[in-house]
């Protein structure tokens, strides 16, 4: 454990030094001068009319979405119940052992991967779907239920909401899709250790179409682009905006305090990482729905003292979702706004969230896919539904934000709509974003290892590269200031979009199939138990 870390401090110091002898703007200044070729190229906006302008990203990731939610008759709808069930541990019986050994089914299971050397040989993979769901969740809900929620009402007003739900709804579709097919293609290593995501499924189902060439540049895109965004959306942001809310809440000297807080932040990290997706899925599984229970129960309180404003507020959500409100863009506005935060802080369609629900240990796909779509539900229509409504409901008199101005200190504005209600929330916030972001940072560094193990080969000495890298970059997105760093950072995680939604698309008929078998399954329990069989569960 001391050459582990004797070997970061030695990473980090030529890092600091040149971070500490350059201005943060001559350091924003060169790296955007390598990088907003790219940057601009991922958010071109198609020009339609003189004001309507859409960046094309958009349009593949709301296209998708919308593609999987007929092209599946709304799982998003059909699938709630059962996905609750499922992380019930209601089918746990049948994921374990396959309904054609336990109830007769006639149509077996069959598996990718059959290996014999699980901890838990009646399954594969390593963690509980419910571990799965929070792992990917932590990675999710963060910053952008806090800032994000109150950037996008800055920008386009209260009717940025609807969409925001909108997107989270058919974001539901594509997180099904997607995390199927996760774990219908991963790779299981014969110690247990799970490797999955779009790299495979991207490379392994396109091959079975024939398409392999194809396939395997669409996985290396998307490797290179994960990791880029493990580093900077996943890790520098967080480590950057967690440090900058301790300063401001302590009141510190902030060129000292930034480089203590990242190293400690580092450490803290460090011991969670070094375990693994078993270790990261223990933490999340009790911080996430820690963190997330504190600040729903806040906003809760909030709704509860103003109950007589809130059909007020929806009433000015729907107003301003279809009318604009004379928002800059009108409704097209209003909308792009709201549909942009709202998959940026779900990340449907993104892929990302494949590569934690492929741990899960089961033997049909489609039920972590059902569990997975639970994920943007909880994300944008739960959490930033409601810090949406809190600060709409706090702000009738417009005495803290003038909708149509556009912030850039989301975390401030939502703090300060907390705090007209409940004095002093803010420290509560502040413990909340880091929090969050030490969450967001411990599921990414999954993410982006996945993508470094894909691109450089699976082992121990690859594994340790990339974790030193990660807690560097712990260090530097702490003490410095970001600005274009960020910009290339949210352009990596946007450019995964488009090998992954194009991969999904195309493969979307083995996720109809592996459904259908996964239900046929569901079914045929429940038809054994009406006949009088014991039900299994009961002994799991």
Known sequence: MKKYFLSLFTLI?????????????????????????????????IPFSETVKVPWVLIV????????????????????????RVVQGKYEDIEKHGADTLYGDQTPNEDENIIETLR??????????????????????????????????????????????????????????????????????KDGTVYGGPMYYLTKGFRE???????????????????????????????????AQFIKLFELESSNARLYFGIVMAILVAVVIIGGIKRIAAVTEKVVPFMAGIYVLAALVILGANWHLIDDA???????????????????????????????????????????????????????????LLEPFVDTVVICTMTALVIV??????????????????????????????????????????????????????????????????????????KLLFLLFVVIGSSISLGAVIDFSDAMIFA??????????ILSPIIKRELSKYMDAINVKHEALEEGAEDLTKHM
């Open 209 to 243: 179409k024939n398409m392999g060439g194809f396939g395997k540049v669409l996985a290396v895109l998307f490797a290179i682009f994960v990791i880029g965004g493990s580093f900077g959306g996943g890790n520098m942001f967080q480590a950057n905006q967690a440090a």
């Open 120 to 189: 838990d040989d009646s399954a594969h993979g390593e963690v509980s779907h419910f571990q799965a769901l929070t792992a990917a969740l932590s990675a999710t809900v963060g910053l952008g239920n806090i800032a994000g929620v109150a950037v996008a009402l800055s920008i386009g007003g209260p009717g940025a909401t609807f969409w925001m739900i909108l997107a989270g709804f058919i974001g539901m579709a594509s997180k099904f899709a997607e995390c199927t097919l996760g774990v219908k293609y991963r790779d299981v290593a």
């Open 61 to 84: 990731l709301v296209g998708g979405a919308l593609f999987f939610t007929i092209f599946f008759k709304f799982i998003n709808i059909t699938g709630f119940k059962t996905a609750i």
């Open 496 to 505: 995964m979009v488009v090998p992954n939604i194009i991969g999904v698309v």
């Open 393 to 466: 409901i706090t702000n009738f008199d417009g005495s803290f934000m003038e909708y149509g101005v556009p912030i850039k200190e989301g975390v401030e504005l939502t703090a300060t709509a907390f705090d007209s209600v409940i004095p002093h929330f803010s420290i509560v916030l502040t413990v909340a974003v880091i929090l969050f972001a030490f969450s967001t940072m411990i599921s990414w560094s999954y993410y982006g290892m996945q993508g470094w193990v894909f691109l450089f080969g699976k082992g121990k000495v690859s594994d340790l590269v990339y």
């Open 314 to 372: 929806f009433a000015l959500i729907f107003e301003g979702a279809f009318s604009g409100l004379g928002i800059a863009g009108g409704l097209i506005g209003v909308m792009i706004q709201g549909i942009r935060r709202g998959a940026f802080s779900n990340e449907a369609g993104v892929g990302s969230a494949a590569i934690a629900h492929s741990a899960v240990r089961t033997t049909y796909p489609a039920s972590e896919g059902i569990v997975a």
């Open 13 to 45: 110091a030529p890092f600091l030094t040149f971070a500490k002898e350059s201005t943060p703007e001559k350091i924003d200044r060169v790296f955007k001068d390598y990088t907003g070729w790219f940057v601009e190229g991922i958010f071109y906006e």
